[in-house]
């Protein structure tokens, strides 16, 4: 069975530094890949997805994300944090045609 | 373009009383519906999912239900609400997975 794991309940940063929030999942077939991106009391919004070809993958505002086949992992990157960062992020992926299974989410926390 | 309106944003319910928590889409046909809930300090869980009108399957033993009547059209109910049924609701579509999931901007309900 697919499942995902966010080894980081909590990333603390300092602005303009970069950060790594870590994303690995388990499947025995292809799938794709998502990361979402939580801002308080409101609803997800897809930051970026990896569904083939390139295995490096940009969102408009600085974020990427590297799929690694032989290690499991979808691991997102961000070269220098804004205080607008401040946020939850939810790792994904897909599970059949239906359905996708998140992670339990890490709360970045980018501080001035 | 496709929109997904949630409602309502906030909802203080006593013990006891009824739920109904309404999802529409608009700008598609036939998308896949979901309800999910956050807990507090929890990641996502699944509740409920429909490919089509009158076609829901429930992923996890539970005081709610959920409803299909139209297309675009997604309903969480409960005829007596549980303390345990606080939480962030959100509502989400898809068309298959490739393109994830778009979600709705959530309902958060307290149950007193």
């Known amino acids: 069975a697919q499942s995902v794991t966010q080894l980081d309940s909590q990333v603390p940063v300092f602005e303009e530094a970069p950060v790594e929030l870590r994303c690995n999942y388990s499947s025995s077939v292809s799938v794709y890949l998502f990361w979402y991106v939580q801002y308080p009391n409101q609803g997800l919004q897809l930051l970026l997805k990896?569904?083939?070809?390139?295995?490096l993958v940009e969102s408009i505002n600085g974020f990427e994300a590297e799929f690694n086949k032989s290690q499991t992992s979808f691991h997102l990157r961000k070269p220098s944090v804004h205080i607008s960062d401040t946020a939850e992020y939810f790792c994904?992926?897909?599970?059949?045609?239906?359905?996708?299974?998140f992670g339990a989410g890490t709360r970045l926390a980018v501080h001035p | 373009s496709q929109t997904i309106h949630q409602w309502p944003a906030t909802l203080v319910q006593p013990v006891g009383s009824p739920l109904s928590l309404e999802c529409t889409v608009e700008g598609t046909s036939n998308p896949n519906l979901y309800w999910y809930r956050q807990a507090a300090g929890r990641g996502l869980q699944l509740l409920f999912y429909s490919v089509g009108i009158g076609q829901i399957s429930s992923e996890v033993p539970q005081n709610l239900s959920a409803s299909r009547p139209q297309d675009r059209q997604f309903i969480l109910s409960s005829k007596k609400l549980l303390l345990s049924d606080s939480g962030f609701y959100l509502c989400?579509?898809?068309?298959?997975?490739?393109?994830?999931?778009?979600f709705g901007s959530g309902t958060r309900l307290t149950v007193v």
């Open positions: 989400a579509w898809s068309q298959g997975t490739s393109g994830g999931y778009t």
């Open positions: 990896y569904l083939s070809g390139s295995t």
């Open positions: 994904a992926v897909s599970v059949g045609y239906n359905k996708l299974i």
